[in-house]
C-alpha cells in the first residue's frame, strides 16, 4: 500500500529565505508524486508532479521538487520564500493504476515577514 | 484547465437531517470522482471512490448507507450524509481526474455543520 510521511507539521522560514518542506513515500512500482497547497477553508490547489522524467520538476509560484528515487523523497523547495506562500501543502503519491491519491498529513508554512 | 465546483460551499443543519453536496466537472468528463473528508488540521481523509454508472467504492471504516454517493452522469457525482450527527460536521472535498490526465482537481470543499 502506498503511504506519505510529511515530518514536520510546521516550517517557518523569513521572507526571502530558500523553503524547504519535506516529503518521503512508499510505493509499490513507480511513484506519481504530487504536491498541493491548501489556503483556509479552500480546496487543494496542484502545484508539481513527478511522473517520470527529469528529477527536478518546476511548477506554480516558483516552487519546484527534486524526486530522489534512492532516498524515496520529494522534497518541495523554493528559493526565495513570500509571505503569500503561507499555507498547509501537502505531499500526495499514487501508483501507476488508477489508484487514488493518498496524502501526506500535511505541513504548515509560515512565511516571516 | 480543468476546474472542478463543489456546492453548497457551507450548509449548517440540524441533527437527523440528511444534507446532499455536489460536486461537478466543469469542462471535461470524470469517469472517476473521489470524496475526501477533512478534520480540523488533519490530513484529507479518502472516503470513497465515486464511478461513473456504478456503484461507489467505500472506504474500510466509511458508512456507506451514511454517507450516499452516486455518480449518475460523467459530470456529477454527489454525496448525501444521511441522518447527520454533530460528528459528521466536517470538511468534505471532492476531486476529479479528467480521463488520461495524471492530475487530480479538487472543489473548494463543502463545510457541514450539524448542530
Known amino acids: 500500500a502506498q503511504s506519505v510521511a510529511q515530518p514536520e507539521d510546521q516550517v517557518n522560514v523569513a521572507e526571502g529565505n530558500p523553503l524547504t518542506v519535506k516529503c518521503t513515500y512508499s510505493v509499490s512500482g513507480n511513484p506519481y508524486l504530487f504536491w498541493y497547497v491548501q489556503y483556509p477553508n479552500r480546496g487543494l490547489q496542484f502545484l508539481l508532479k513527478y511522473i517520470t522524467g527529469d528529477n527536478l520538476v518546476k511548477g506554480s509560484y516558483g516552487f519546484e521538487a527534486e524526486f530522489n528515487k534512492s532516498q524515496t523523497s520529494f522534497h518541495l523547495k523554493k528559493p526565495s520564500a513570500l509571505v503569500s506562500d503561507s499555507a498547509l501543502y501537502f505531499c500526495?503519491?499514487?501508483?501507476?493504476?488508477?489508484?487514488?491519491?493518498?496524502f501526506g498529513k500535511g505541513t504548515r508554512l509560515s512565511v516571516i515577514a | 484547465g480543468a476546474v472542478v465546483s463543489q456546492h453548497p460551499s457551507r450548509v449548517i443543519c440540524k441533527s437527523g437531517t440528511s444534507v446532499k453536496i455536489e460536486c461537478r466537472s466543469l469542462?471535461?468528463?470524470?469517469?472517476?470522482m473521489f470524496w475526501y473528508r477533512q478534520f480540523p488540521k488533519q490530513s484529507l481523509m479518502l472516503m470513497a471512490t465515486s464511478n461513473e454508472g456504478s456503484k461507489a467504492t467505500y472506504e474500510q471504516g466509511v458508512e456507506k448507507d451514511k454517507f450516499l454517493i452516486n455518480h449518475a452522469s460523467l459530470t456529477l457525482s454527489t454525496l448525501t450524509v444521511t441522518s447527520a450527527h454533530p460528528e459528521d460536521s466536517s470538511f468534505y472535498i471532492c476531486?476529479?481526474?479528467?480521463?488520461?490526465?495524471?492530475?487530480?482537481?479538487f472543489g473548494a470543499g463543502s463545510r457541514l455543520t450539524v448542530l
Open positions: 476531486s476529479a481526474r479528467e480521463t488520461g490526465a495524471n492530475v487530480l482537481t
Open positions: 500526495a503519491v499514487r501508483d501507476a493504476g488508477n489508484t487514488p491519491l493518498v
Open positions: 469542462d471535461f468528463q470524470a469517469t472517476t
